[in-house]
């Protein structure tokens, strides 16, 4: 069964602080895909990362970035120059081929910015 | 950009009663789900349909859910007799193509039930 952690339930940081936020997945699967989400205060669900299970680089994208290591399950998501913006609830969430088309979400980091 | 949407926004409804909560895919995606988020919890998984029928449920999705595509467009989640515990915010995502494909989410349905 797949499963996916996020141990940090809230963090607050004053803005311009770096933040990285945890995820650590189980699966079965050989082949499996990697996902993170936004959830800004307003409900709506963003979609922010895909990462497959066969590549391994990591990504920035502005000031985010990702950090996928296999060899301990982890995809961890860093903010840099964090901004009041940012604050919202961060999902990680993995689909892997055996469970089919259904994402398995962590439980949600609420990361809260402070001016 | 193309976006899922869904309406209504916002549903209240009295404990027993039929609720449909409708959703417009993206216009290309092939593969369509359901999901729900009760309040201050995780998203979890309910449904996902494929050439118009279920390929996918979970244990949450019983008897008293089901879902449809009654036309090209729009995607419908029933539940014919909610009770207390279905309030939660319910999202409809779709996706090009079926098992790792990135799922893109509407803005969500809160339900609540009285």
């Known amino acids: 069964a797949q499963k996916v952690t996020q141990a940090q339930t809230e963090i607050s940081v004053v803005e311009k602080e770096d933040v990285t936020l945890d995820c650590v997945y189980e699966?079965?699967?050989?082949?499996?895909?990697l996902f993170w989400y936004k959830q800004p205060p307003s409900g709506e669900l963003v979609f922010l990362i895909r990462r497959n299970s066969f590549d391994e680089q990591n990504e920035i994208s502005g000031r985010y970035s990702w950090n996928f290591q296999k060899s301990t399950s982890s995809f961890n998501f860093t903010i840099t120059a964090s901004q009041v913006v940012d604050s919202a609830v961060y999902f990680c969430a993995l689909s892997g081929m055996e469970a089919g088309n259904m994402l398995t979400f962590g439980g949600g980091t609420r990361l809260m910015v402070k001016p | 950009e193309p976006e899922v949407t869904q309406t209504p926004s916002h549903q209240v409804t009295q404990m027993g009663q039929e609720v449909i909560l409708r959703c417009v895919p993206i216009?290309?995606?092939?593969?369509f789900y359901w999901y729900r988020q009760i309040l201050g919890q995780k998203v979890e998984f309910l449904v996902s349909f494929y050439n118009n029928e279920i390929s996918e449920k979970s244990e949450i999705f019983d008897d008293q859910f089901s879902v449809e595509r009654p036309d090209g467009s729009n995607f419908t989640l029933k539940i014919r007799s909610t009770k207390l515990e279905d309030s939660a915010m319910y999202f409809c995502a779709s996706s090009e193509q079926g098992a790792g494909e990135t799922q893109y989410f509407g803005p969500g349905t809160r339900l609540l039930v009285l």
């Open positions: 216009s290309n995606h092939l593969y």
């Open positions: 699966t079965r699967d050989t082949t499996y895909y």
